[in-house]
């Protein structure tokens, strides 16, 4: 069974850095394609970048947030965990942060639709102020 639970959503302020986790229990590295992706309030669910399922794990990046964020793994307690490292936030980055798996199964490359997540997280808030 897949558990995804997010932590790290905080109040910071323009210009600061944040860093969200995702425990991902009931993962594989091999078989599952990690994401991150968020809401701010009124808009649509927006990709932030995922992480493929390839040996050498390659990691893609919407265009709002490339240059800025992140994508990296660890392992916390024996259980795989998904960073998303933000730098340089802006009140643009205000929002639900979510984490989402796709699998099992492998899947190489950018992989942007929310549709094409069968997991996800209950999220974890990021306010920005200027």
């Known amino acids: 069974q897949v558990l995804l639970v997010e932590s790290g959503g905080a109040s910071v302020q323009a210009g600061g850095s944040l860093r969200l986790s995702c425990a991902a229990s009931g993962v594989t590295e091999s078989n599952y394609c990690l994401a991150w992706f968020r809401q701010a309030p009124g808009k649509d669910l927006e990709w932030v970048g995922n992480r493929d399922s390839e040996a050498r794990a390659s990691t893609y990046y919407g265009p709002s947030v490339k240059g800025r964020f992140t994508i990296s793994r660890d392992y916390v307690d024996n259980t795989l965990t998904l960073i998303l490292q933000m730098h340089a936030v802006a009140p643009g980055d205000t929002g639900m942060y979510y984490c989402?798996?796709?699998?099992?199964?492998?899947?190489?490359?950018?992989?942007?639709?929310?549709?094409?997540?069968?997991?996800w997280g209950q999220g974890t808030q990021v306010i920005v102020s200027s």
């Open positions: 989402a798996a796709r699998g099992p199964g492998p899947c190489p490359g950018l992989w942007s639709q929310s549709r094409h997540y069968q997991h």
